[in-house]
């Protein structure tokens, strides 16, 4: 057994970021995914959103595990929070630059 | 303060709490499941005038049409349910006013069967696993995502915290003391199946994508307010007409879908608006020849029997199906449901040795220190494994006893399964913390072996006395559902009986011994 441990405080924000955030950085995910193999034309809309959908769960697993695995809480949120909003604006993009276009 | 861990520490910390905070949970998801995949097997046993055999041939018309046009003429939605191997009999649904509705009809005597007055294995063990019957919200449904998620996390980080991985893969040392058997057999049971547990969870998510992924989904389709279910599945509907309307033949329609499939049995026929101009029939396949759980449905019009579509999943979403199949197993091979079903167990005794480690590894520090949080989890232990073993055993003796005419009687059989249960938790933390018997973890853990043993004894035999149908005669036969169950019954005994002796004789370890077992541990 480890004896290292993080603080309660601590070990909850990080489950909190990863619980939460890793589902939001999920649904960004799978915004952003489909609409960029929809606006390309790769896939119709419907199947974009779901090859979009089954490997978002392993990026809300992935954010657990980077919450916990971040050297600080600060950190862990930014990789959860920051990829999150990556994929959002990715989804934004595809969704609106085209009509600019 | 936030300390600074290596990435195998704050692994390890994680697993660990992980663990502990999700192991009931995810032993009843998986207890549940690898009960679901006998479901109909259970569903024999505990509704004893289901076992006929299979018929021959099936006609919409002659078996199903009658009735339902005597028990629901007014219903909105019919649902015939075609029988097959595993489920002899005929299931009639429709959409009544408290909800959906069934009855089982006997093919080959043209007759209803009675309420059989439980909910069986597919109406009681089959949605625990997936919703634990809070259907309220989805609450269930959500519960079940956080938990498949915890249990991947639970994986990755098992892996990551493993330094000798391969070696655990071949390690197993029943022969030593109880600690290092648990520890062994938890890392071997993991890492044995290790892909099995990954892709059985991560199928279970992809399952529910359309739930989870709903915020998602919606806004993709925020622009024009489409509907993906639409688009997915080439999904058929239309209003009612209000207007009277006669249904063509069904059976004609069924002999059509089968040539468009080029082959193949009926899974289920579903009618919308039956006794109206606009009514639709939508005929659907069983999937009994494929991985991929698709129904490849055709939908006609139910007063002229035209094919107004016929559905064709694109690759994406033959993907999720398959992912689908993969995890509910729709196609007829014994020999992988029994491998699903004993890799079901597996798990379930993966689940329970990590948590029986927890305890193991914080005993002699705890006791040291004066705190009582170990027996508090070897109380949730005993509760949240052998308790749910207790509880579903002590179901099926109610099954067998309660009188057939008692009113809502497959709600009594369900509140004996929770009234069990929580007995099951409340004697092991009565056990923690009772002068007498806290110093010894096993007396629960043995108490409860007992009972399940004896329960399952029970079962066993009260099945012969009530039914008439035990083990020879049911092998006689060929009802082999039924003899299936009771021999997982006495098996169950065996088992039961054999830990309650190694717990009797194999004592958890003293103070000093579990002290040096800390050091050992992962």
Same mark, same amino acid.
């Given at each position: 057994m480890s004896n290292t441990r993080f603080t309660w405080q601590a070990a909850l924000t990080r489950a909190l970021i990863g619980a939460l955030g890793g589902f939001?950085?999920?649904?960004?995910?799978?915004?952003? !995914?489909?609409?960029?193999?929809?606006? !390309?034309?790769?896939?119709?809309?419907?199947?974009?959103?779901?090859?979009?959908?089954?490997?978002?769960?392993?990026?809300?697993?992935?954010?657990?595990?980077?919450?916990?695995?971040?050297?600080?809480?600060?950190?862990?949120?930014?990789?959860?929070?920051?990829?999150? !909003?990556?994929?959002?604006?990715?989804?934004?993009?595809?969704?609106?630059?085209?009509?600019?276009? | 303060m936030d300390k600074k861990l290596s990435l195998r520490q704050s692994m390890d910390y994680l697993h660990t709490w992980a663990g502990v905070l999700f192991s009931v949970l995810l032993?009843?998801? #998986? #207890?549940? +499941?690898?009960?679901?995949? #006998?479901?109909?097997?259970?569903?024999?046993?505990?509704?004893?005038?289901?076992?006929?055999?299979?018929?021959?041939?099936?006609?919409?018309?002659?078996?199903?049409?009658?009735?339902?046009?005597?028990?629901?003429?007014?219903?909105?939605?019919?649902?015939?349910?075609?029988?097959?191997?595993?489920?002899?009999?005929?299931?009639?649904?429709?959409?009544g006013e408290d909800g959906i509705e069934t009855r089982h009809v006997d093919v080959e005597k043209g007759r209803v069967l009675t309420d059989p007055g439980t909910k069986g294995g597919s109406g009681f063990f089959y949605p625990f696993h997936y919703s634990f019957h809070l259907d309220w919200m989805d609450i269930g449904a959500w519960l079940l995502a956080i938990v498949s998620i915890a249990m991947l996390v639970l994986l990755v980080s098992g892996v990551v915290i493993h330094k000798k991985i391969f070696a655990d893969f071949f390690t197993f040392r029943p022969g030593k003391s109880i600690q290092r058997a648990t520890l062994d057999l938890h890392n071997a049971s993991s890492v044995l199946l290790l892909p099995f547990h990954f892709v059985i969870t991560l199928s279970g998510l992809i399952i529910f994508l359309f739930i989870y992924m709903e915020a998602g989904i919606a806004v993709i389709y925020a622009k024009d307010g489409g509907s993906i279910i639409k688009e997915a599945f080439n999904h058929v509907s239309r209003p009612a007409a209000k207007e009277p309307g006669k249904l063509a033949s069904v059976d004609a329609m069924v002999a059509r879908s089968r040539a468009m499939w080029g082959g193949g049995e009926v899974r289920r026929i579903i009618i919308r608006n039956p006794?109206?101009?606009?009514?639709?029939?939508?005929?659907?396949?069983?999937?009994?020849?494929?991985?991929?759980?698709?129904?490849?449905?055709?939908?006609?019009?139910?007063?002229?029997?035209?094919?107004?579509?016929?559905?064709?999943?694109?690759p994406t979403l033959q993907v999720q199906r398959f992912f689908s199949g993969l995890h509910m197993i729709p196609f007829d091979h014994w020999w992988l449901r029994w491998m699903y079903f004993a890799m079901g167990l597996v798990s379930c005794v993966m689940i329970g040795t990590g948590?029986?480690?927890?305890?193991?590894?914080?005993?002699?520090?705890?006791?040291?220190? +004066?705190?009582? +949080?170990?027996?508090?989890?070897?109380?949730?232990?005993?509760? +949240?494994?052998?308790?749910?073993?207790?509880?579903?055993?002590?179901?099926?003796?109610?099954?067998?006893?309660?009188?057939?005419?008692?009113?809502?009687?497959?709600?009594?059989?369900?509140?004996?399964?929770?009234?069990?249960?929580?007995?099951?938790?409340?004697?092991?933390?009565?056990?923690?913390?009772?002068?007498?018997?806290?110093?010894?973890?096993?007396?629960?853990?043995?108490?409860?072996?007992?009972?399940?043993?004896?329960?399952?004894?029970?079962?066993?035999?009260?099945?012969?006395?009530?039914?008439?149908?035990?083990l020879l005669t049911a092998l006689g036969q060929g009802k082999l559902a039924v003899a299936g169950t009771d021999l997982m019954l006495l098996a169950t005994a065996v088992l039961a009986v054999a830990a309650a002796r190694r717990l009797a004789v194999h004592g958890m370890p003293a103070r000093s011994e579990a002290a040096s077992m800390h050091k050992v541990a992962i």
């Open positions: 939001a950085a999920a649904l960004c995910f799978m915004i952003g !995914t489909a609409s960029v193999l929809a606006a !390309t034309g790769w896939l119709p809309r419907a199947d974009a959103a779901i090859a979009a959908g089954m490997p978002a769960f392993l990026i809300w697993m992935m954010a657990v595990l980077i919450a916990f695995g971040a050297a600080s809480v600060c950190r862990a949120a930014g990789w959860v929070f920051g990829g999150a !909003t990556g994929f959002a604006l990715l989804g934004w993009m595809c969704q609106h630059l085209p009509r600019a276009v | 032993f009843l998801v #998986f #207890f549940m +499941g690898t009960l679901s995949v #006998f479901d109909r097997e259970i569903d024999r046993w505990m509704m004893p005038e289901t076992r006929i055999a299979a018929p021959r041939a099936v006609s919409f018309e002659r078996d199903a049409l009658v009735h339902l046009e005597q028990l629901a003429p007014d219903a909105r939605l019919w649902m015939v349910q075609y029988p097959y191997s595993r489920e002899p009999t005929m299931s009639l649904g429709w959409m006794n109206d101009k606009n009514a639709l029939v939508e005929v659907q396949r069983r999937p009994h020849d494929q991985i991929v759980n698709d129904n490849v449905s055709v939908t006609f019009d139910g007063a002229t029997g035209e094919v107004l579509s016929q559905q064709r999943l694109s948590l029986l480690l927890w305890v193991e590894k914080r005993r002699a520090r705890q006791e040291k220190e +004066g705190r009582v +949080g170990y027996r508090a989890v070897n109380a949730v232990a005993v509760g +949240g494994t052998m308790g749910v073993l207790v509880a579903t055993l002590s179901m099926l003796v109610a099954n067998k006893l309660l009188p057939p005419d008692l009113m809502d009687r497959a709600t009594v059989e369900q509140w004996v399964f929770f009234a069990a249960w929580i007995i099951a938790f409340l004697h092991p933390v009565a056990r923690a913390f009772h002068p007498r018997s806290r110093t010894d973890l096993r007396i629960a853990w043995r108490e409860q072996a007992w009972a399940g043993a004896g329960l399952a004894m029970l079962a066993a035999a009260l099945n012969a006395i009530v039914t008439d149908d035990h």
